[in-house]
């Protein structure tokens, strides 16, 4: 048979547990370093100087990702697939 403690007013333990700290997902690949560019973001910049599209615009045209220039800029590296599609959009626009 079972028994059970049946005073729950006993004394009480604070226990602290340490939490790690959370982990950030970044979409596309990590970049290498805190000083990296990808080098079609280069282009992307000076089609973008040239033509006066917006970074929003450029990006949904291109691959129907709004969000391209920006995660661009934050770090994140196409790939070559994506990198390819963005050329050919950028010759077919020149």
Not at 48 to 71: C, K, Q, V
Request: no cysteine; aromatic share 6%.
């Amino acid at each position: 048979m079972l028994r059970y403690r049946h005073n729950v007013t006993g004394p009480r333990y604070s226990v602290s547990i340490a939490v790690p700290a959370p982990v950030v997902a970044k979409g596309g690949r990590a970049s290498q370093s805190n000083t990296y560019t990808a080098p079609i973001l280069l282009e992307i910049e000076r089609h973008l100087r040239r033509t006066g599209m917006s970074d929003r615009r450029f990006g949904m045209e291109a691959i129907g990702d709004p969000a391209l220039i920006h995660d661009l800029r934050r770090g994140r590296d196409p790939s070559s697939k994506t990198a390819a599609r963005i050329r050919a959009f950028m010759q077919r626009e020149a």
